[in-house]
């Protein structure tokens, strides 16, 4: 498994191979708002010189957002892990700032592979009607909380009547909210968001803002936007994983492009291979990993992590290959309940014949589909 000392060299040998080659362009993403009006980022990441024996396609598309979340891809992507596995098929990373567009790419054929929440990787399945995608693996779990500000809000019970945000309508962190408002007797419209409890949709980029304002009294946010409130003076009130048989809970989902994995198995398998691998690393070295993801982080957004930000976070967040499937029927069945999602069909969402594979090469147990899986 790599040191920082191997990293750097190995990035450092990566830019003269790219000066030699006379830079490779940047790659960008420019998609139509969808969905809930999300976009896909700009992405300022250059390809990464590849090496060794091509597989069946020359390159492969990996989305993902730049949250901690999605450590693996930050993680893997950062430390050459996921692009050694490859060999001489290059990494054409691609970053997103929610879900529906991520889904839009993989389904326009503009992405191969995604890191993607659990709500947009059901909806995606549903709206396709099971043609599109499959969700290859796990990623985390974990890390989301419900920050509050300590002045206005001191129990659960003075949530009733306040205004908390979340980062989209209908996505992980709206449902795993609006199950909770229900499971207190409160009502709330999901549409509007307008009820015992006001749901204000707010994009994460903003939320701290808004905080810092006064336009919320609090948030059902992903990390590292919970510990960024958190260092405004909120304060956790409740830590998701405690609602969890297990205290765990799918977070962040690898998917694939339906017709990528059936042409380009091998790729794929190479690409897990790498999210093993970068995932074992992840948990054996947790203080060199929080510097690559912090480093990763800045590489995308020119701005890394404070220590009082990136600290409580990193921990928070469960690095795991397991998809954890029971859990992702669960959030199913939260967004029905909410009426934001009729009844789905989600047999069929699971491929983890690769992943087994692979963990099983690696001497590791087998992860389950929960009776979801392809035939």
């Known amino acids: 498994m790599p040191a920082t000392r191997t990293s750097r060299t190995t990035r450092t040998a990566l830019r003269r191979g790219l000066a030699a080659a006379a830079a490779l362009p940047l790659l960008a993403v420019a998609l139509t708002a969808c969905g809930y009006g999300s976009q896909a980022a700009d992405d300022k990441k250059t390809e990464v010189a590849a090496e060794g024996r091509k597989l069946s396609a020359d390159t492969v598309r990996i989305g993902y957002f730049p ?14 892990l996921i692009q050694k596995e490859l060999g001489g098929t290059t990494v054409k990373p691609q970053t997103f700032n929610a879900g529906p567009s991520e889904i839009e790419a993989l389904n326009g054929g503009s992405l191969d592979i995604g890191f993607i929440g659990p709500s947009p990787s059901i909806n995606g399945y549903v709206k396709s009607e099971g043609k599109n995608l499959r969700i290859i693996s796990g990623s985390a779990s974990g890390g989301v909380k419900l ?29 795993a909210f609006l199950n909770w408002i229900a499971e207190q007797g409160w009502k709330v419209d999901a549409e509007s968001g307008k009820g015992d409890v006001s749901v204000v949709r707010t994009d994460n980029k903003v939320t701290p803002d808004a905080y810092k304002s006064g336009s919320i009294d609090g948030a059902w946010v992903p990390e590292p936007t919970a510990s960024k409130l958190v260092s405004e003076g909120a ?31 091998d790729v794929v398998e190479a690409v897990l291979r790498g999210t093993v691998k970068t995932n074992a690393w992840i948990n ?26 990136i600290d409580p976070a990193w921990p928070s967040i469960r690095i795991t290959d397991d998809p954890l499937a029971a859990t992702l029927r669960t959030q199913a069945d939260y967004a029905v309940k909410a009426k934001l999602l009729e009844q789905p069909d989600l047999n069929g969402i699971y491929d983890l014949t690769l992943l087994n594979k692979v963990l099983k090469a690696e001497g590791r147990p087998e992860v389950s589909d929960a009776g979801l899986g392809a035939e």
Do not use: C, M, Y
Not at 161 to 172: D, E
Not at 242 to 256: A, D, S
Not at 284 to 308: F, Q, R
């Open 67 to 80: 949250n901690l979340t999605h450590a693996t891809a930050l993680v893997g992507l950062e430390q050459g």
């Open 147 to 175: 920050v509050v500000d300590p002045d206005k809000i001191k129990s659960v019970d003075d949530v009733k009547g306040k205004r908390i945000a979340t980062p989209q309508k209908g996505n992980t962190q709206d449902v």
């Open 235 to 265: 304060e956790v009130l409740i830590d998701e994983t405690t609602l969890w048989p297990g205290k765990q809970f799918v977070i962040t989902n690898i998917i694939v492009s339906q017709t990528f994995l059936k042409e380009h198995p």
């Open 284 to 309: 054996a070295n947790p203080d060199e990993a929080k510097a690559s993801a912090n480093a990763a982080l800045k590489a995308e957004t020119g701005k890394e992590l404070a220590a009082k930000v």
